[in-house]
């Protein structure tokens, strides 16, 4: 399969490829590839939190796998709190379904977006995944590296 057939809206370096964004359709998952994953923005102040994930050793929105039986909007909570331990204050917004094209084997896969806004931050516990948190801008530098996938997909939540 030729790729990519027009310009990803971001690429992160290793092959994997931002392809498009939709906007709604919580309740209709895209039906040409599987949607394993959700990713919440979790706004404060006009600062999105960042999670330092120890094994990739890089700073990403708080999300991962959505566990069998588990709607997505589930686990984007589960995962904020287990990530970050930090809760939205009001119930948290579907934004869309993201469409990646993975490597190494150039896989499609969607994963579900969500956004929440708080207005006091819960104490931070490091954990054996997650070694810091932060409030992030998505404009300046933070220390280490950014995932340059989540840069972009926080900026769609907005």
């Known amino acids: ?22 906007r709604g359709g919580e309740a209709a998952p ?31 929105l708080p999300g991962g796998s959505i566990e069998e039986g588990e709607s997505p909007r589930r686990a ?16 948290l917004r579907f ?4 469409r990646f094209v993975l490597a190494p084997d150039r896989r ?9 806004s708080c207005t006091r931050s819960r104490t931070f516990e490091p954990t054996g995944e997650i070694a810091a948190v932060c409030r992030w801008d998505l404009l300046e530098p933070l220390p280490g590296y950014v995932q340059p996938l989540d840069a972009p997909l926080a900026a769609l939540t907005r």
Do not use: K
Not at 1 to 22: C, Q, V, W
């Open 76 to 91: 984007a909570a589960r995962e904020l709190r287990e990530e970050s331990g930090q809760q939205s204050d009001e119930r």
């Open 30 to 60: 895209p039906p040409d590839a599987p949607l394993p994953a959700a990713l919440v923005t979790l706004w404060r102040a006009g600062r999105a939190l960042m999670v330092f994930d120890r094994y990739r050793q890089s700073w990403e």
């Open 108 to 116: 499609a896969e969607y994963l579900a977006l969500y956004a929440g």
């Open 1 to 22: 399969m030729a790729f990519p057939a027009h310009e990803p809206l971001a690429a992160d370096g290793r092959g994997n490829f931002l392809i498009s964004f939709t």
């Open 95 to 98: 934004t869309g379904c993201a």
